[in-house]
């Protein structure tokens, strides 16, 4: 009794967000996370689902890709423009890998395939919010060379100047300015910042160390703050 309490006292506060066209799915999905002690809110299209998260600030969405109205890539794209710190989780029919991909440039924190297993994707939601509530202390601003990083208002500047970063990029960077000096493996970093295990490549990881530096380092060629460790990954020093 005791228990259950405690569970509904912590769980109960935390509102997730359905955005799905099919009734069944989103009847089942309602039921189980509730029987879990989520808050649950709906939208049957994109447009609805976009409107529904920029107003209710849900703790994490449950996107379909295939949606009608707007697409589920072009909702996780626009509000991870707005709203970078909302977790998605996507969920796409099998075979969509370059959908995937594309999702997961664009900032979705997961994804499940179809069809999936409730208990799946309730682990996946578990891990999902368990990283996002334990992110590690952090500065609201971060400085280094000519380059100056705010992580409330997500803007990074260099030389005064603007810096354009996708999501992605800025939680990569995020990433490494919270564990400066520590050298991370492209491993922990997929699972960390992607949160998804059976990513492509590590080499994701190389695209956007490359696209990170272009943009801060003085010489991209000669990094001075994002380092490789040969044979291990990457390390920030700041």
């Avoid at 520590?182 to 970093?189: G, H, N």
């Amino acid at each position: 009794m005791v228990r259950g309490e405690h569970k509904e006292v912590v769980m109960g506060t935390t509102k997730i967000l359905i955005v799905e066209d099919e009734p069944l799915m989103v009847a089942g999905l309602r039921d189980n996370f509730e029987y879990e002690g989520f808050q649950v809110i709906t939208a049957v299209d994109g447009v609805e689902g976009l409107e529904r998260a920029l107003k209710d600030s849900p703790d994490l969405i449950v996107l379909d890709v295939m949606m009608p109205r707007m697409s589920g890539l072009e909702v996780c794209k626009q509000l991870k423009a707005k709203r970078p710190s909302i977790p998605i989780i996507m969920l796409t029919a099998r075979g969509q890998e370059v959908d995937k991909v594309v999702g997961l440039e664009l900032g979705a924190d997961d994804y499940v395939t179809k069809p999936f297993s409730i208990r799946e994707l309730l682990a996946r939601v578990k891990a999902v919010l368990r990283r996002a509530q334990t992110l590690p202390k952090e500065q609201d601003r971060y400085a280094f060379g000519d380059v100056e990083v705010d992580l409330r208002s997500y803007q990074v500047l260099r030389g005064g100047k603007p810096v354009d970063f996708s999501s992605k990029e800025f939680e990569l960077l995020k990433h490494f300015l919270c564990h400066s000096g520590e050298t991370m493996s492209r491993d922990r970093l997929l699972d960390e910042v992607w949160g998804y295990e059976n990513f492509p490549t590590t080499r994701t990881v190389d695209a956007f160390i490359v696209r990170i530096r272009q943009k801060l380092e003085p010489v991209p060629d000669q990094p001075r703050f994002f380092l490789t460790v040969h044979g291990v990954g990457y390390k920030f020093v700041g």
